[in-house]
């Protein structure tokens, strides 16, 4: 079967997650993180996505990344996870999938919400703390521990940030899952999304 497609938004703010293998490490020597960073930058400049953040730990990473259009950032990440991996194979003679399955995506409101992914990447995900976030009921997250909303919501792709930009967020899908078509403004999809060209963090 398939796997369901991802539509992304241009000009917004999303975190992205990806981890080794049953959590193993996917990153060995210092060479290892300068050859995948030199490689997400070379692929943000050929499909026109800007970096803002990343922080790579030895069997994971977290990337906020901007994509110009929809299709900027799939193909940052297929294009770096899968030259990185078979850098790794060719390297450490290793055979199979280095990721653990798809990578993990969300939108990202601007502004506080910003701020608090910004915090929440700075710490790796144990694989207890992943297990739990996917399987753990919404009325089960404290609503007083951020990062444990972040880390749920991003461990089921959603988005982050306040009730409108939720809901607009799940409005798009829903026009994108019956073949719609979704009004472009001069930033992206929709205005709430993108009303702002992207706000750059270094």
Not at 176 to 194: D, E, N
């Amino acid at each position: 079967m398939p796997r369901k497609s991802r539509n992304y938004f241009a000009n917004t703010p999303y975190l992205i997650f990806q981890f080794g293998h049953n959590f193993q490490p996917c990153f060995f020597e210092n060479e290892d993180y300068d050859f995948f960073s030199q490689l997400l930058l070379d692929s943000c400049a050929q499909h026109q996505a800007k970096l803002l953040q990343q922080k790579l730990f030895n069997n994971q990473f977290f990337l906020l990344l901007n994509g110009t259009n929809s299709h900027s950032l799939p193909k940052v990440l297929q294009n770096t996870c899968s030259i990185y991996g078979r850098y790794i194979n060719d390297k450490y003679l290793r055979t199979g999938s280095l990721w653990q399955g798809r990578h993990k995506a969300s939108p990202i409101q601007d502004g506080i919400y910003i701020d608090a992914v910004n915090d929440f990447i700075s710490t790796p995900v144990l694989p207890r703390q992943f297990s739990e976030a996917k399987t753990s009921a919404a009325s089960d997250l404290s609503v007083s521990c951020i990062n444990t909303l972040i880390l749920a919501n991003l461990a089921r792709n959603q988005a982050i940030g306040d009730d409108k930009f939720l809901g607009s967020v799940k409005n798009h899908k829903m026009l994108q899952s019956k073949k719609t078509i979704v009004p472009r403004t001069r930033h992206g999809l929709m205005p709430l999304l993108s009303d702002r060209p992207p706000m750059v963090r270094t």
